[in-house]
T-cell receptor
Framework: KQEVTQIPAALSVPEGENLVLNCSFTDSAIYNLQWFRQDPGKGLTSLLLIQSSQREQTSGRLNASLDKSSGRSTLYIAASQPGDSATYLCAVCMDKAAGNKLTFGGGTRVLVKP | KAGVTQTPRYLIKTRGQQVTLSCSPISGHRSVSWYQQTPGQGLQFLFEYFSETQRNKGNFPGRFSGRQFSNSRSEMNVSTLELGDSALYLC????????????FGPGTRLTVT
């Protein structure tokens, strides 16, 4: 059974500092891994998706890496801003037979202080 | 293109009642998945529908059910509500299965009293 863990559960950084968010999973036979952002009481916004054959994806200040062999993904957010304050969730999709079922980590709640 | 819409956005029900939540996917998307989010359990997969057929089901009791219509809109139903069913219910849509990316709606906040 796939288990996804995100540590730490909460993180507070001063504005301008780079953010490093970690995600680990127990079963390396994933189809893809997706990072989401969630603002309080809201739905999820997709940030980056990494296919199992890829090592990293970049979008603006965001960069996500994937190391399947060690069961880890890292989300880097450069030069953090107060608007980056939110909960960040990673989710894995297993093989094609699993369809669109995502297994989520518990999330990391980020606070960027001005 | 309009995003995923969920109705109603907020709902208060009494223990023992039943509730129906609705999800309209992005136009052209044929897959709809449902998730329950609670502070204690986090985000948990409920079920996935594709072309009106349930393709995948999470580990929830039979009180949780769903369906998908020919226009891809989906509903989920919870019967005999319990206090522990209080949660944010999210649906996600995607054009295919498995999808390259999934798009989530704003959720329905259900409170059971």
């Amino acid at each position: 059974k796939q288990e996804v863990t995100q540590i730490p559960a909460a993180l507070s950084v001063p504005e301008g500092e780079n953010l490093v968010l970690n995600c680990s999973f127990t079963d390396s036979a994933i189809y893809n891994l997706q990072w989401f952002r969630q603002d309080p009481g809201k739905g999820l916004t997709s940030l980056l998706l990494i296919q199992s054959s890829q090592r990293e994806q970049t979008s603006g200040r965001l960069n996500a890496s994937l190391d399947k062999s060690s069961g880890r993904s890292t989300l880097y957010i450069a030069a953090s801003q107060p608007g980056d304050s939110a909960t960040y969730l990673c989710a894995v999709c297993m093989d094609k037979a699993a369809g669109n079922k995502l297994t989520f980590g518990g999330g990391t709640r980020v606070l960027v202080k001005p | 293109k309009a995003g995923v819409t969920q109705t109603p956005r907020y709902l208060i029900k009494t223990r023992g009642q039943q509730v129906t939540l609705s999800c309209s996917p992005i136009s052209g998307h044929r897959s709809v998945s449902w998730y329950q989010q609670t502070p204690g359990q986090g985000l948990q997969f409920l079920f996935e529908y594709f072309s009106e057929t349930q393709r995948n089901k999470g580990n929830f009791p039979g009180r949780f059910s769903g369906r998908q219509f020919s226009n891809s809109r989906s509903e989920m139903n919870v019967s005999t509500l319990e206090l522990g069913d209080s949660a944010l219910y999210l649906c996600a849509s995607s054009p295919t299965r498995p999808a390259y990316e999934q798009y989530f709606g704003p959720g329905t906040r259900l409170t059971v009293t």
